[in-house]
């Protein structure tokens, strides 16, 4: 199927754009549709690159309002890991099902999710039509030989996701260093290796996590896992509020990402916020996510690049600290090859939204500062992934049904 948008705006020029197999195939003032197209008419729509959501457990719209107000560890234990104990694997499709929708019509069409029933997960990603990276969870309790006994389910369920198709890609996800062993970690990090896959784990989210590690191994968490062969170019570390300079240092040595989740660092009250200022001046690859809804509660990438922009400015003490045009950026994952972010141009995956430029947020101004500071999900009127129009006039197939199956599951996991 061939796409052509005609009359969008792009650096206030109007534009045409055509996408085959995928791909944009040319893009520029003279570019018309050609017999057989598919035609968008984008006149008063401005054509954006799309966001790139770098940490998700997208199934958790399941829980979405569930132990809310509550510390970290006390709500992951007390609600979050006995519901979860109740999932059965279709819960987890329909959850991420939702949460595709969510992500389509806020602008986001790259997610990288850690979640259990992986393949479930991949299985929601291509009935979407999204991209994702996709883990199925990894933990051991701390137990080398419960670790050793799942590795091979480990390898059967990359096997099986990565034969879901081009728009998903195995990932390793270890949950994080107080529930997997150092055994598992090594090995986790070997075969992502071998396998050149994504490995992703949360870090440093709590000033406790940072402290238990200096206890249990002598040496603080980032330090820890590169000992472990952990660290690499396709390493994605969640969070990152409680790292120090030294590990700022090793984290852009290794090329490996950190990705900032504000919303959830905010809501869970962890005590800082990801040092932005530090980790860029070392040079440290950085991308955007928004954490499970149980802990944001939403996915908009809108929403949290504003945050992400703000809380640094507050932290800093200085206004111009994270400016608009780089807090969108990195939302749109162009500051770490990791995440795979892809700019509007030809030869680039046909993957791009149409934003309503006549929404009041976007009427005046710089358009990246509206984006940042004033702007929603709910600017993005057009979705496109891989060519194919996920959502047009803000108008999903089917988004009624989800919400109703996800509702009925989700009384059932939390009552």
């Known amino acids: 199927m061939s796409l052509a948008v005609t009359g969008a705006e792009l650096d206030g020029q109007a534009i045409g754009l055509r996408a085959e197999d995928g791909l944009i195939a040319e893009i520029g003032p003279s570019v018309e549709p050609r017999v057989g197209d598919v035609v968008i008419d984008a006149d008063g729509l401005l054509l954006s690159p799309p966001m790139v959501n770098g940490h998700t457990h997208a199934?958790?719209?399941?829980?979405?309002?569930?132990?809310?107000?509550?510390?970290?560890?006390?709500?992951?234990?007390?609600?979050?890991?006995?519901?979860?104990?109740?999932?059965?694997?279709?819960?987890?499709?329909?959850?991420?099902?939702?949460?595709?929708?969510?992500?389509?019509?806020?602008?986001?069409?790259?997610?990288?999710?850690?979640?259990?029933?992986?393949?479930?997960?991949?299985?929601?990603?291509?009935?979407?039509?999204?991209?994702?990276?996709?883990?199925?969870?990894?933990?051991?309790?701390?137990?080398?030989?419960?670790?050793?006994?799942?590795?091979?389910?480990?390898?059967?369920?990359?096997?099986?996701?990565?034969?879901?198709?081009?728009?998903?890609?195995?990932?390793?996800?270890?949950?994080?260093?107080?529930?997997?062993?150092?055994?598992?970690?090594?090995?986790?990090?070997?075969?992502?290796?071998?396998?050149?896959?994504?490995?992703?784990?949360?870090?440093?989210?709590?000033?406790?996590?940072?402290?238990?590690?200096?206890?249990?191994?002598?040496?603080?968490?980032?330090?820890?896992?590169?000992?472990?062969?952990?660290?690499?170019?396709?390493?994605?570390l969640a969070h990152g509020v409680w790292l120090d300079d030294a590990e700022l240092e090793l984290i852009a040595e290794r090329d490996a990402t950190v990705v900032a989740n504000p919303a959830a660092n905010m809501k869970l009250a962890v005590g800082g916020v990801f040092p932005y200022p530090r980790a860029a001046e070392a040079g440290v690859a950085i991308g955007l996510g928004t954490d499970g809804v149980s802990s944001n509660s939403n996915l908009d990438c809108f929403e949290e690049v504003k945050l992400l922009a703000l809380s640094q400015k507050q932290a800093s003490g200085d206004s111009a600290t994270l400016p608009a045009g780089e807090a969108l950026a990195i939302a749109r994952g162009l500051r770490s090859p990791a995440l795979g972010g892809t700019s509007v141009e030809a030869g680039q995956p046909a993957?791009?939204?149409?934003?309503?430029?006549?929404?009041?947020?976007?009427?005046?101004?710089?358009?990246?500062?509206?984006?940042?500071?004033?702007?929603?999900?709910?600017v993005v009127d057009t979705t496109v992934v891989a060519g194919r129009v996920l959502m047009r006039d803000r108008v999903v197939p089917a988004a009624d049904e989800l919400v109703a199956e996800v509702r009925a599951r989700a009384a059932r996991l939390t009552g």
């Open 59 to 236: 199934a958790m719209t399941l829980f979405r309002g569930f132990g809310d107000d509550m510390p970290l560890m006390e709500w992951l234990r007390t609600r979050i890991w006995p519901a979860e104990a109740k999932l059965h694997p279709d819960d987890v499709y329909w959850g991420t099902r939702l949460a595709c929708l969510e992500m389509i019509r806020s602008g986001t069409t790259r997610f990288f999710d850690m979640y259990w029933h992986g393949m479930e997960v991949a299985r929601a990603v291509v009935d979407a039509g999204l991209r994702a990276a996709v883990s199925s969870v990894l933990i051991d309790g701390l137990d080398p030989a419960k670790g050793e006994s799942m590795r091979g389910e480990v390898l059967e369920s990359l096997d099986r996701i990565g034969d879901s198709g081009p728009r998903v890609s195995p990932s390793l996800g270890p949950h994080a260093i107080y529930t997997v062993s150092s055994e598992s970690l090594a090995w986790l990090a070997e075969v992502a290796a071998e396998q050149e896959i994504s490995l992703q784990i949360h870090l440093s989210e709590t000033e406790e996590e940072v402290k238990d590690c200096i206890d249990a191994h002598g040496k603080r968490p980032v330090a820890y896992l590169d000992e472990l062969g952990f660290l690499g170019p396709r390493t994605l």
């Open 351 to 378: 993957d791009f939204l149409l934003l309503r430029g006549s929404d009041p947020e976007l009427s005046a101004g710089d358009l990246d500062a509206d984006l940042v500071y004033a702007a929603s999900g709910s």
